[in-house]
């Protein structure tokens, strides 16, 4: 089965940083890579797909990119509003995985 | 408007059984690939078990393999899971969610609550 690695598993900013996170995969998943971003007591919301397509309505300071093992989320400029629990998932084949969540503070 | 709609959960004695639906409604069911995936409060998210539109074939983690059974009935809109022999690590909130091809699990009910506990 394909594991699925995120990091940091949690991270503090400010208003206005850059942030990144990262996610690995044990074994090559072309762009198969769903990002997710859960707020407390809410069921995840899907912020990227394919890796780097950008769901409808999501702001534009979110972007993916990657392929193959390594990829990343991009926070261009933080919000107090981007506190929450990232996860990525891939769907490379079944059984599909999820990260193991960064806890993101927005100071 | 889609709704996912899970019941069933419940406090069960190790080794038990139990029984989750899911009752989907606002979108045509048999056309979309189903999943569970659970959620230890305060805990990452851990998907479950998975089937296709159609019911042809369904998927499962490796916690799970030979305990659980997923099912869908598209005639009323229904996903199921069937869970024998839990385990205390079996204790999450479990949710259903609606998978889009596009690549991502788009739609997601408010979840039920299993406590596996003697």
């Known amino acids: 089965d394909i594991q699925v690695t995120q990091s940091p598993s949690s991270l503090s900013a400010s208003v206005g940083d850059r942030v990144t996170i990262t996610c690995r995969a044990s074994q090559d998943i072309s762009r198969w890579l769903t990002w997710y971003q859960q707020k407390p007591e809410k069921a995840p919301k899907s912020l990227i797909y394919?890796?780097?397509s950008l769901q409808s309505g999501v702001p534009s300071r979110f972007s993916g990119s990657g392929s193959g093992t390594f990829f990343t989320l991009t926070i261009s400029s933080l919000q107090p509003e981007d506190s929450a629990t990232y996860y990525c998932q891939h769907y490379n084949e079944y059984p599909y995985t999820f990260g193991q969540g960064t806890k993101l503070e927005v100071k | 408007e889609v709704q996912l709609v899970e019941s069933g959960g419940g406090l069960v004695q190790p080794g038990g059984s139990l029984r989750l639906s899911c009752a989907a409604s606002g979108f045509t069911f048999s056309n979309y690939a189903m999943s569970w995936v659970r959620q230890v409060p305060g805990k990452g998210l851990e998907w479950v078990s998975g089937?296709?539109?159609?019911?042809?074939?369904?998927y499962y983690a490796d916690t799970v393999k030979g305990r659980f059974t997923i099912s869908r009935d598209d005639s009323k809109n229904t996903l199921s899971l069937q869970m024998i022999s839990l385990r205390d690590e079996d204790t999450a909130v479990y949710h259903c969610?609606?998978?889009?091809?596009?690549?991502?699990?788009?739609?997601w009910g408010q979840g039920t609550l299993v406590t596996v506990s003697s």
């Open positions: 394919a890796a780097s």
């Open positions: 089937i296709v539109a159609g019911g042809d074939d369904s």
């Open positions: 969610a609606q998978w889009n091809y596009s690549g991502s699990f788009d739609n």
